[in-house]
Protein backbone atom coordinates (compact mmCIF):
# COMPACT_ATOMS: atom_id res chain seq x y z
CA UNK A 1 0.00 0.00 0.00
CA UNK A 2 1.37 3.62 -0.47
CA UNK A 3 0.86 6.43 1.07
CA UNK A 4 0.80 9.04 -1.97
CA UNK A 5 -1.93 6.98 -3.92
CA UNK A 6 -4.07 7.24 -0.03
CA UNK A 7 -3.14 11.13 -0.10
CA UNK A 8 -4.08 11.81 -4.35
CA UNK A 9 -7.50 9.56 -3.78
CA UNK A 10 -8.47 11.44 -0.40
CA UNK A 11 -7.34 15.04 -2.45
CA UNK A 12 -9.63 13.68 -5.25
CA UNK A 13 -12.12 12.70 -3.46
CA UNK A 14 -12.15 15.78 -0.98
CA UNK A 15 -12.19 18.67 -3.81
CA UNK A 16 -14.90 16.83 -5.96
CA UNK A 17 -17.12 16.31 -2.98
CA UNK A 18 -16.88 19.65 -2.24
CA UNK A 19 -17.76 20.94 -5.16
CA UNK A 20 -21.00 18.32 -5.13
CA UNK A 21 -21.63 19.64 -2.35
CA UNK A 22 -21.87 23.59 -3.39
CA UNK A 23 -23.54 22.31 -6.73
CA UNK A 24 -26.21 20.19 -5.28
CA UNK A 25 -26.69 21.81 -1.85
CA UNK A 26 -26.30 18.51 -0.09
CA UNK A 27 -23.69 18.04 2.72
CA UNK A 28 -20.43 17.27 2.13
CA UNK A 29 -20.76 13.79 3.77
CA UNK A 30 -23.47 13.46 1.53
CA UNK A 31 -21.57 14.38 -1.78
CA UNK A 32 -18.95 11.85 -0.65
CA UNK A 33 -21.42 8.87 -1.34
CA UNK A 34 -22.17 10.65 -4.69
CA UNK A 35 -18.80 11.28 -5.38
CA UNK A 36 -18.13 7.62 -5.04
CA UNK A 37 -20.77 6.82 -6.74
CA UNK A 38 -19.94 8.72 -10.00
CA UNK A 39 -15.91 7.53 -9.91
CA UNK A 40 -17.39 3.53 -9.40
CA UNK A 41 -19.60 4.67 -12.50
CA UNK A 42 -16.70 6.38 -14.53
CA UNK A 43 -19.13 9.34 -15.40
CA UNK A 44 -21.34 11.47 -14.14
CA UNK A 45 -25.41 11.27 -13.48
CA UNK A 46 -27.91 12.56 -15.62
CA UNK A 47 -29.49 14.19 -13.62
CA UNK A 48 -26.96 16.52 -12.57
CA UNK A 49 -26.88 19.89 -13.80
CA UNK A 50 -25.05 19.85 -17.19
CA UNK A 51 -22.23 22.64 -15.72
CA UNK A 52 -21.60 19.98 -13.05
CA UNK A 53 -21.22 17.09 -15.36
CA UNK A 54 -18.67 18.77 -17.13
CA UNK A 55 -16.83 19.63 -14.76
CA UNK A 56 -17.07 15.73 -13.27
CA UNK A 57 -15.72 14.69 -16.64
CA UNK A 58 -12.90 16.37 -16.39
CA UNK A 59 -12.01 15.71 -12.95
CA UNK A 60 -12.44 11.67 -13.71
CA UNK A 61 -9.29 12.12 -16.34
CA UNK A 62 -7.22 12.91 -13.64
CA UNK A 63 -7.65 9.38 -11.52
CA UNK A 64 -8.52 5.72 -12.56
CA UNK A 65 -10.45 3.39 -10.02
CA UNK A 66 -8.29 0.78 -10.80
CA UNK A 67 -4.48 1.85 -10.33
CA UNK A 68 -5.90 1.70 -5.93
CA UNK A 69 -5.72 -1.79 -3.91
CA UNK A 70 -8.99 -2.33 -1.73
CA UNK A 71 -7.09 -0.83 1.31
CA UNK A 72 -5.46 2.30 -0.65
CA UNK A 73 -9.42 3.21 -1.41
CA UNK A 74 -10.46 2.59 2.47
CA UNK A 75 -7.95 4.35 4.18
CA UNK A 76 -9.00 7.70 1.42
CA UNK A 77 -12.10 7.04 2.13
CA UNK A 78 -11.73 7.00 5.57
CA UNK A 79 -10.35 10.34 5.79
CA UNK A 80 -12.85 12.50 3.88
CA UNK A 81 -15.61 10.49 6.11
CA UNK A 82 -13.47 12.29 9.18
CA UNK A 83 -13.37 15.29 7.41
CA UNK A 84 -16.79 15.43 7.18
CA UNK A 85 -18.29 14.18 10.53
CA UNK A 86 -16.14 16.49 12.20
CA UNK A 87 -18.96 19.24 10.57
CA UNK A 88 -21.70 16.59 11.98
CA UNK A 89 -22.89 16.43 15.42
CA UNK A 90 -24.44 13.11 15.63
CA UNK A 91 -23.19 10.76 18.02
CA UNK A 92 -23.96 8.02 15.64
CA UNK A 93 -21.91 9.55 13.12
CA UNK A 94 -18.53 8.12 14.25
CA UNK A 95 -15.76 5.93 12.83
CA UNK A 96 -13.96 3.12 14.17
CA UNK A 97 -10.58 4.28 14.56
CA UNK A 98 -8.15 2.53 12.09
CA UNK A 99 -5.87 0.80 14.22
CA UNK A 100 -8.51 -0.68 15.87
CA UNK A 101 -10.56 -1.83 12.95
CA UNK A 102 -7.16 -3.69 12.01
CA UNK A 103 -6.38 -5.33 15.14
CA UNK A 104 -10.26 -6.69 14.83
CA UNK A 105 -9.61 -7.99 11.48
CA UNK A 106 -5.70 -9.68 12.89
CA UNK A 107 -7.94 -11.61 15.60
CA UNK A 108 -10.59 -12.30 13.33
CA UNK A 109 -8.02 -13.91 10.69
CA UNK A 110 -6.34 -15.78 14.04
CA UNK A 111 -10.41 -17.45 14.80
CA UNK A 112 -10.96 -18.48 11.43
CA UNK A 113 -7.66 -19.71 10.42
CA UNK A 114 -8.63 -22.86 9.40
CA UNK A 115 -11.53 -22.34 7.41
CA UNK A 116 -12.43 -22.05 3.77
CA UNK A 117 -14.76 -19.68 3.83
CA UNK A 118 -16.78 -17.38 5.74
CA UNK A 119 -20.42 -15.83 6.07
CA UNK A 120 -20.08 -12.44 7.96
CA UNK A 121 -22.42 -10.16 9.22
CA UNK A 122 -21.79 -6.46 10.66
CA UNK A 123 -25.53 -5.49 12.13
CA UNK A 124 -24.06 -1.97 12.32
CA UNK A 125 -22.15 -0.77 9.78
CA UNK A 126 -22.07 2.70 9.68
CA UNK A 127 -19.99 4.03 6.94
CA UNK A 128 -18.33 -0.10 6.23
CA UNK A 129 -14.89 1.24 7.65
CA UNK A 130 -14.75 -1.93 10.26
CA UNK A 131 -16.54 -4.72 8.06
CA UNK A 132 -14.05 -3.53 5.12
CA UNK A 133 -11.22 -3.28 7.02
CA UNK A 134 -11.70 -7.01 8.14
CA UNK A 135 -12.67 -8.57 5.01
CA UNK A 136 -10.16 -6.81 3.40
CA UNK A 137 -7.31 -8.71 6.00
CA UNK A 138 -9.37 -12.38 5.66
CA UNK A 139 -7.42 -14.77 3.34
CA UNK A 140 -10.41 -16.87 2.33
CA UNK A 141 -13.33 -16.21 0.56
CA UNK A 142 -16.13 -14.03 2.40
CA UNK A 143 -20.29 -13.47 2.36
CA UNK A 144 -20.58 -10.41 3.97
CA UNK A 145 -24.07 -8.82 4.91
CA UNK A 146 -24.38 -5.11 6.92
CA UNK A 147 -26.79 -3.74 8.30
CA UNK A 148 -27.43 0.01 8.87
CA UNK A 149 -30.48 2.51 9.83
CA UNK A 150 -28.93 5.96 8.96
CA UNK A 151 -29.55 7.10 5.35
CA UNK A 152 -26.14 8.77 4.97
CA UNK A 153 -24.14 6.00 6.22
CA UNK A 154 -25.55 3.20 4.30
CA UNK A 155 -24.88 5.05 1.28
CA UNK A 156 -21.53 6.15 2.13
CA UNK A 157 -21.43 2.05 3.33
CA UNK A 158 -22.64 0.91 0.07
CA UNK A 159 -20.78 3.32 -2.27
CA UNK A 160 -17.52 2.38 -0.44
CA UNK A 161 -17.64 -1.63 -0.54
CA UNK A 162 -18.21 -1.19 -4.10
CA UNK A 163 -15.09 0.51 -4.56
CA UNK A 164 -13.14 -1.58 -2.79
CA UNK A 165 -14.63 -4.34 -4.73
CA UNK A 166 -16.12 -5.99 -1.83
CA UNK A 167 -18.93 -7.61 -2.19
CA UNK A 168 -21.45 -6.97 0.67
CA UNK A 169 -25.24 -7.23 0.81
CA UNK A 170 -26.53 -4.22 2.73
CA UNK A 171 -30.08 -3.94 4.81
CA UNK A 172 -31.25 -0.87 5.23
CA UNK A 173 -33.40 -0.97 8.28
CA UNK A 174 -33.39 -0.86 12.48
CA UNK A 175 -30.89 -3.24 13.03
CA UNK A 176 -33.30 -4.70 15.68
CA UNK A 177 -35.84 -5.69 13.58
CA UNK A 178 -35.55 -9.35 12.43
CA UNK A 179 -33.42 -9.91 9.42
CA UNK A 180 -34.49 -12.13 6.74
CA UNK A 181 -30.62 -13.41 6.47
CA UNK A 182 -29.71 -17.16 7.64
CA UNK A 183 -27.64 -17.48 10.58
CA UNK A 184 -23.76 -16.77 9.80
CA UNK A 185 -20.00 -17.81 11.26
CA UNK A 186 -19.00 -13.92 12.43
CA UNK A 187 -20.88 -11.13 13.94
CA UNK A 188 -18.65 -7.61 14.37
CA UNK A 189 -19.63 -4.60 15.21
CA UNK A 190 -18.77 -1.12 16.92
CA UNK A 191 -21.74 -1.03 18.67
CA UNK A 192 -23.97 1.90 19.92
CA UNK A 193 -23.97 2.52 23.24
CA UNK A 194 -27.06 4.55 24.87
CA UNK A 195 -31.05 3.80 25.32
CA UNK A 196 -33.19 2.14 22.01
CA UNK A 197 -35.80 4.21 21.75
CA UNK A 198 -38.27 1.45 20.33
CA UNK A 199 -40.16 -0.43 23.94
CA UNK A 200 -42.58 -2.39 21.27
CA UNK A 201 -39.10 -3.58 19.46
CA UNK A 202 -37.35 -4.34 22.67
CA UNK A 203 -40.54 -6.43 23.94
CA UNK A 204 -38.88 -8.90 21.56
CA UNK A 205 -35.67 -9.80 23.72
CA UNK A 206 -34.72 -11.03 26.79
CA UNK A 207 -32.70 -8.57 27.42
CA UNK A 208 -35.12 -5.69 27.55
CA UNK A 209 -35.18 -3.84 30.62
CA UNK A 210 -37.13 -4.72 33.48
CA UNK A 211 -38.34 -1.15 33.23
CA UNK A 212 -37.65 2.26 31.18
CA UNK A 213 -35.55 2.00 28.06
CA UNK A 214 -33.45 -1.07 27.63
CA UNK A 215 -29.97 -0.54 26.70
CA UNK A 216 -29.55 -0.96 22.74
CA UNK A 217 -25.73 -2.46 23.43
CA UNK A 218 -27.14 -5.49 24.82
CA UNK A 219 -29.94 -5.76 22.73
CA UNK A 220 -27.52 -5.92 19.79
CA UNK A 221 -25.36 -8.46 21.83
CA UNK A 222 -28.68 -10.53 21.66
CA UNK A 223 -29.44 -10.13 18.27
CA UNK A 224 -25.95 -11.01 17.17
CA UNK A 225 -26.50 -14.10 18.55
CA UNK A 226 -29.79 -14.91 17.28
CA UNK A 227 -28.32 -14.78 13.94
CA UNK A 228 -24.65 -16.66 14.57
CA UNK A 229 -24.01 -20.01 14.19
CA UNK A 230 -23.99 -22.31 16.63
CA UNK A 231 -20.07 -22.86 17.71
CA UNK A 232 -19.93 -19.48 15.48
CA UNK A 233 -18.25 -16.26 16.93
CA UNK A 234 -18.90 -13.14 17.73
CA UNK A 235 -16.59 -9.77 17.89
CA UNK A 236 -17.81 -6.53 19.35
CA UNK A 237 -16.56 -2.87 20.37
CA UNK A 238 -18.19 -2.64 23.59
CA UNK A 239 -17.77 -0.04 26.43
CA UNK A 240 -15.45 -1.02 29.70
CA UNK A 241 -18.71 -0.35 31.98
CA UNK A 242 -20.55 -3.40 29.86
CA UNK A 243 -20.46 -5.57 33.16
CA UNK A 244 -20.59 -2.89 35.63
CA UNK A 245 -23.89 -1.19 34.39
CA UNK A 246 -27.52 -1.13 36.52
CA UNK A 247 -28.59 -3.81 33.44
CA UNK A 248 -25.75 -6.13 33.99
CA UNK A 249 -27.03 -8.83 35.73
CA UNK A 250 -29.28 -10.08 33.24
CA UNK A 251 -26.92 -9.75 30.63
CA UNK A 252 -23.88 -11.61 32.95
CA UNK A 253 -26.63 -14.41 32.96
CA UNK A 254 -27.86 -14.35 29.39
CA UNK A 255 -24.47 -14.76 28.24
CA UNK A 256 -23.95 -17.50 30.33
CA UNK A 257 -26.51 -19.21 29.16
CA UNK A 258 -26.04 -18.82 25.91
CA UNK A 259 -22.29 -18.11 24.69
CA UNK A 260 -18.74 -18.86 25.81
CA UNK A 261 -16.58 -15.80 26.80
CA UNK A 262 -13.91 -16.37 24.63
CA UNK A 263 -11.99 -13.24 25.17
CA UNK A 264 -12.09 -9.31 26.54
CA UNK A 265 -9.52 -7.27 25.57
CA UNK A 266 -9.27 -3.49 26.83
CA UNK A 267 -8.16 -1.07 24.37
CA UNK A 268 -5.56 1.90 25.38
CA UNK A 269 -6.88 4.92 26.92
CA UNK A 270 -4.81 6.78 24.60
CA UNK A 271 -7.90 6.15 22.31
CA UNK A 272 -10.51 8.08 24.26
CA UNK A 273 -10.42 11.41 24.96
CA UNK A 274 -12.03 10.76 28.42
CA UNK A 275 -11.27 7.53 30.19
CA UNK A 276 -14.83 7.09 30.75
CA UNK A 277 -15.34 6.53 27.53
CA UNK A 278 -13.43 3.68 27.27
CA UNK A 279 -13.64 0.50 25.09
CA UNK A 280 -12.95 -2.82 24.41
CA UNK A 281 -13.40 -5.64 22.34
CA UNK A 282 -15.45 -8.62 23.30
CA UNK A 283 -14.61 -12.04 21.75
CA UNK A 284 -17.61 -14.51 22.74
CA UNK A 285 -18.64 -17.97 21.00
CA UNK A 286 -22.48 -19.07 20.54
CA UNK A 287 -22.82 -22.30 22.50
CA UNK A 288 -22.92 -25.34 20.46
CA UNK A 289 -22.78 -29.21 21.00
CA UNK A 290 -19.34 -29.83 20.79
CA UNK A 291 -18.26 -26.00 21.83
CA UNK A 292 -15.98 -25.57 25.23
CA UNK A 293 -15.04 -22.62 27.03
CA UNK A 294 -11.56 -22.14 26.84
CA UNK A 295 -9.70 -23.29 29.53
CA UNK A 296 -9.07 -19.26 30.79
CA UNK A 297 -10.18 -16.57 28.20
CA UNK A 298 -7.62 -14.12 26.70
CA UNK A 299 -7.64 -11.25 29.05
CA UNK A 300 -5.45 -7.87 28.59
CA UNK A 301 -5.23 -4.65 28.46
CA UNK A 302 -3.60 -3.53 25.01
CA UNK A 303 -0.84 -0.94 25.11
CA UNK A 304 -1.45 1.97 22.94
CA UNK A 305 -1.45 0.64 19.09
CA UNK A 306 1.84 3.32 18.72
CA UNK A 307 3.99 1.38 21.22
CA UNK A 308 5.31 -1.12 18.93
CA UNK A 309 7.58 -3.23 21.98
CA UNK A 310 4.49 -3.19 24.07
CA UNK A 311 2.71 -4.26 21.00
CA UNK A 312 5.10 -6.98 20.00
CA UNK A 313 4.98 -8.59 23.73
CA UNK A 314 1.46 -8.51 23.52
CA UNK A 315 0.89 -10.22 20.09
CA UNK A 316 3.18 -12.97 21.30
CA UNK A 317 1.00 -13.61 24.06
CA UNK A 318 -1.72 -13.43 21.75
CA UNK A 319 -0.21 -16.01 19.27
CA UNK A 320 0.61 -18.61 22.53
CA UNK A 321 -2.87 -17.90 23.41
CA UNK A 322 -4.64 -18.46 20.03
CA UNK A 323 -2.26 -21.89 19.91
CA UNK A 324 -3.48 -23.38 23.04
CA UNK A 325 -7.10 -22.62 22.41
CA UNK A 326 -6.60 -24.60 19.19
CA UNK A 327 -5.30 -27.28 20.69
CA UNK A 328 -7.47 -27.86 23.60
CA UNK A 329 -10.05 -27.90 20.77
CA UNK A 330 -8.87 -30.99 18.86
Do not use: C
Not at 3 to 31: C, G, P, R
Not at 73 to 99: C, E, F, N, W
Not at 122 to 129: E, I, L
Amino acid sequence: MKQEHVEKLFQWIDDTATVISEDMNITYLEAIAETMDVLFNGQPFDDMKESLQTHLTNELLKVNKDDFEKEEVRKAVQLTILKGMKGATQQQHLITPDSVAMFMGYLASKLFEDQEDLKLFDPASGSGNLITSVMNQLEMPVQAYASEVDPTLIQLAVTNANLQQNKIEFFHQDSLAPFLMEPVDFVLADLPVGYYPDDAQAERYQLKAEEGLSYAHHLFIEQGLNYTKAGGYLMFIVPNFLFDSDQSKALNAFLREHAHIVGMLQLSDSLFKDEKHGKSILILQKKGETTKAPKQALLAKLPSFKNPNGMADILAQINQWFDEYKMAKL
